[in-house]
């Protein structure tokens, strides 16, 4: 199966986590880092990661758009422009059996629902936007207190991420508000791994 048959998959929570996405979706592949314009990171209501539209933003969800080329100009290192919200994350291809395992520990349809939302990918010689799949939880848009399983989960991602070219300012500026920085030791238990949900 080749790339272009796969879904793109955008994460920006723990899956940001290497080894929990080779755990939860053992065919997926990391492709690079990207940015999704005009939406803000947060701990939601239930305490794990969500994405919110920044206020007054025309973020929606678009279908059909990949390979459409971006300028780069006025850029920060993370690819956002001067002045909006944006995410940071991971992009993974995807098979069918991995998008269905990660619907499982999404909670889809209850929890996150699925949306096709533009990225721009990161460090690729060349600007892109690709359209990619988002777990994004829709029905509870409100903030709430990082639940202290996940800060480990959390900070395993980010090592990760950090170590794939995400900038320390990005995560001191979007992450660390939310998610105290911890040293990550030994094997962190994933409690919504597909195996214990179905």
């Known amino acids: 199966m080749t790339n ?3 879904t793109l998959y955008f994460a920006y929570g723990s899956n940001l986590s290497l080894t929990q996405m080779a755990s939860r979706c ?3 592949t990391y492709h690079a880092l990207a940015t999704l ?3 803000k990171w947060v701990i939601g209501e239930r305490g794990y990661a969500n994405i919110v539209a920044s206020p007054g933003s025309t973020a929606k969800s678009t279908f059909g758009l990949r390979g459409r080329p971006l300028a780069p100009a006025g850029e920060d290192e993370d690819g956002n422009g001067d002045g909006e919200d944006y995410v ?3 992009l993974y291809y995807l098979e069918a059996a991995d998008e269905a395992n990660l619907d499982r520990a999404e909670g889809v349809p209850d929890v996150y629902v699925k949306q ?3 990225v721009d990918v990161l460090g690729m010689g060349t600007a892109q936007r690709v359209t990619a799949l988002v777990y994004v939880d829709v029905a509870r848009a409100g903030t709430g207190v ?3 399983e996940y800060v480990g989960r959390m900070n395993r991602g980010v090592r990760d991420a950090v170590g794939k070219g995400m900038s320390a300012s990005y995560v001191e500026k979007y992450l660390r508000p939310w998610v105290r920085e911890e040293e990550v030791l030994g094997e ?3 409690p919504f791994h597909p195996e214990k949900n179905g």
């Open 4 to 6: 272009s048959e796969k």
């Open 26 to 28: 053992p065919t997926s």
């Open 37 to 39: 314009r005009n939406w």
């Open 88 to 90: 940071v994350g991971m």
């Open 116 to 118: 096709m939302l533009d």
């Open 146 to 148: 990082c639940r202290e």
């Open 188 to 190: 962190v238990e994933d």
